[in-house]
């Protein structure tokens, strides 16, 4: 998951880095999430062509956190 929050803008060179390491993790069955800033990310991709890119995006990290963490048991704590 990578948190968009903190990230003011993204310039072509953060897009195709973004694209390049999409294409990476997908190679290995891998997805890649967004957390934050959805609207800005929607809008920002529409009006540069880049709305087909396929990531799953979650309003914050924690809502990304407790809905991938069932994904991977590892990250899920155990009961006690």
């Known amino acids: 998951v990578i948190n968009l929050l903190p990230i003011g803008s993204i310039d072509a060179t953060g897009l195709l880095t ?6 990476a993790l997908i190679a290995r069955g891998i997805s890649l999430n967004l ?8 809008l920002w991709a529409e009006r540069r062509g880049f709305e087909t890119m ?10 990304a956190v407790r809905e991938l963490a069932p994904l991977e048991t590892s990250l ?3 009961e006690r």
């Open 54 to 63: 396929s990531v799953r995006r979650y309003p914050t990290l924690r809502q």
């Open 18 to 23: 973004v694209r390049d390491v999409m294409g």
């Open 35 to 42: 957390a934050g800033r959805a609207t800005e990310w929607r």
């Open 76 to 78: 899920v704590p155990e």
